[in-house]
């Protein structure tokens, strides 16, 4: 069975600080994974996706993501927040066709 | 850039009422997607469409209907609106692959049910 687990629905940090945002997965195939940000009343944009090969994938905005098939993880960073990073995040996860498993969303906050 | 446009971004809506939320895509994606978005309980998708007139329940689509009589536009009905509809609607389309698929989101249609 497919599924998407996301640790931490809320996650605060400081202007500046690193940003994690924790993606466990399942999956019985091999994976395609993404993350999309969604700000305030918008729809989600793709922040960016692992399909196959390099596993440390790097996005826009200055967030990357590795993905650890021995862990089943494809957590989210950025070295150092800005205020502008404030937003929903999802992790994603697809098989080939139209399935795709969502998380249940990290609300990051960032502190001045 | 993939453009998906939800018309509608704010709605309300009494009890009863019959409601159209329009999607309409303009690069040519043979699927089209519709979520529901509520809060801790992430994306659900109601319906997807892979071709003109067809279409697939997803994992709620019980008080929804679709139609999609041409490529670019995929439309959400829902038949007699209920309070528990209140929510964030979300429209997607995507390229049919063999890989992985990406999926290009609208910006969303609120609707409040009265």
């Known amino acids: 069975a497919q599924s998407v687990t996301q640790l931490g629905s809320h996650v605060s940090v400081s202007e500046g600080a690193l940003v994690l945002l924790r993606c466990n997965y399942s999956?019985?195939?091999?994976?395609?994974l993404f993350w999309y940000v969604q700000y305030p009343n918008q729809g989600l944009q793709l922040l960016l996706k692992?399909?196959?090969?390099?596993?440390l994938v790097k996005g826009i905005n200055g967030f990357e993501a590795e993905f650890k098939k021995s862990e089943t993880s494809f957590h989210l960073t950025k070295p150092s927040a800005h205020m502008s990073d404030a937003a929903e995040y999802f992790c994603v996860l697809s098989n080939t066709g139209n399935q795709f498993y969502f998380g249940t969303g990290t609300s990051l906050t960032v502190i001045p | 850039d993939v453009k998906v446009t939800q018309s509608s971004r704010y709605l309300v809506k009494r009890t009863g009422e019959k409601v159209f939320l329009e999607c309409v895509q303009d690069m040519d994606h043979e699927n089209m997607f519709w979520y529901r978005q509520d809060p801790g309980l992430g994306l659900r998708l109601i319906y997807f469409?892979?071709?003109?007139?067809?279409?697939e329940k997803g994992d709620i689509p019980e008080g929804y209907s679709v139609s999609r009589e041409k490529k670019e536009r995929f439309s959400l009905i829902l038949e007699s609106a209920s309070t528990n509809q209140t929510s964030m609607y979300l429209c997607?389309?995507?390229?049919?692959?063999?890989?992985?698929?990406?999926?290009?989101f609208g910006a969303g249609s609120r609707l409040t049910v009265l």
């Open positions: 997607a389309s995507s390229l049919p692959s063999s890989g992985a698929n990406v999926l290009t």
């Open positions: 469409s892979y071709d003109v007139k067809m279409k």
């Open positions: 692992y399909t196959t090969g390099a596993t």
């Open positions: 999956s019985s195939v091999p994976p395609y």
